[in-house]
């Protein structure tokens, strides 16, 4: 097993960044690879970014491409979420998650952290 906890949330004015962070603790946080999603009320939780267990391939949902950057220090056994240029649809409570690749459905990430919330105001 594996804990991931998040932070780095907060309240940002749009055009401003955030970094989130993930912390992992348990079983080898290398030998995930890990991803990031976000939810609004009454919406599904979606897809944001995932990175493989080297860090060297990367996949982002087409809204944040350009805009946000995923990465991860292994020795520090945490994964990050660089987040610019931020837009009010981008408020949301976002999760991290531990999985086996870099799939962007839920359904292929066994653990999750308990979430830290995004607000951008406009």
């Known amino acids: 097993q594996v804990q991931l906890v998040e932070s780095g949330g907060g309240l940002v004015q749009a055009g401003g960044s955030l970094r989130l962070s993930c912390a992992a603790s348990g079983r080898t946080f290398s030998s995930y690879a890990m991803g990031w999603f976000r939810q609004v009320p009454g919406k599904e939780r979606e897809f944001v970014s995932a990175i493989t267990r080297s860090g060297l391939s990367t996949y982002y949902e087409d809204s944040v491409k350009g805009r946000f950057t995923i990465s991860r220090d292994n020795a520090k056994n945490t994964l990050y979420l660089q987040m610019s240029s931020l837009k009010p649809e981008d408020t949301a409570v976002y999760y991290c998650?531990?999985?086996?690749?870099?799939?962007?459905?839920?359904?292929?990430?066994?653990?999750w952290g308990q979430g830290t919330q995004v607000t951008v105001s406009s």
């Open positions: 998650a531990a999985g086996s690749g870099l799939y962007t459905s839920q359904r292929a990430y066994n653990y």
